[in-house]
């Protein structure tokens, strides 16, 4: 299953990427399955990612729960909580 | 209605003005938010921005009447005492203006994808969210 995920903000910068298209297991169907399967990589990716971080999540861009679903095509986004107005 | 992510400035008269011109209009309630002290970026998620607005909009007119409505907010450099955002709501009396309008701005502090990263004497930081944006939107459930 192909999604396209995103990074925002302080997140953006501690991965050094932006965005990428990922190819995943069968096994990833949420948003936390997603998290944990990037977590994975390791180094900077389970630290910007680690469950002690507090992070909002869109699934073509509504923001959603970690339990959401996730299915091919989807756009992911993983940002910080928002700070603007 | 009118929504607007932009990086340029805007005149905060003529956008009164411009959400001011149906004759069912009796009260106009605005707020422009500044850059208080720190000179900033603010970054966003085109498109999600947009969407997130629109969607914070069409909740104020399901719960006040809202004749007309617009809402601006910058992004890119900033420097302080520069406007970053204006909601102005327009409506048939005062009471539903002045709701709508602080609705849309607590909701807009929660909801729409920006972020701040200030420029302090120690170097850029990311803005923390605060809980109290988070206790002002809850008030409203």
């Known amino acids: ?85 | 209605m009118k929504i607007s992510v932009q990086t340029e400035d805007f005149d905060a008269g003529l956008e009164i003005r411009n959400v001011s011109r149906h004759s069912s209009i009796g009260a106009v309630a605005s707020f422009v938010g500044l850059v208080r002290e720190v000179a900033m970026t603010l970054e966003h998620y085109p498109g999600m921005t947009e969407r997130a607005i629109a969607k914070i909009v069409d909740d104020a007119k399901s719960r006040w009447q809202v004749i007309d409505c617009t809402v601006i907010h910058r992004y890119g450099a900033l420097l302080p005492n520069d406007q970053i955002v204006l909601v102005a709501v327009a409506g048939g009396h005062r009471g539903d203006a002045f709701a709508a309008c602080e609705f849309i701005m607590d909701y807009l502090k929660t909801q729409a994808p920006f972020w701040k990263k200030e420029q302090t004497a120690e170097g850029a930081r990311w803005v923390e969210a605060k809980s109290a944006d988070d206790t002002a939107a809850e008030r409203w459930k």
């Not at chain 1, 990716?45 to 992070?55: F, I």
Request: proline letters at 6%; glycine letters at 8%.
């Open chain 1, 1 to 85: 299953m192909k999604v396209k995920v995103l990074y925002f903000a302080s997140v953006r910068e501690k991965l050094g990427k932006d965005a990428e298209d990922i190819d995943l297991p069968a096994n990833v169907a949420t948003i936390a399955d997603l998290r944990s399967h990037l977590r994975s990589r390791g180094g900077a990716w389970a630290d910007a990612l680690a469950d002690s971080k507090l992070l909002r999540t869109a699934v073509n861009q509504d923001m959603v729960p970690p339990a959401a679903a996730i299915k091919a095509g989807d756009e992911v986004a993983f940002f910080p909580p928002v700070t603007g107005g």
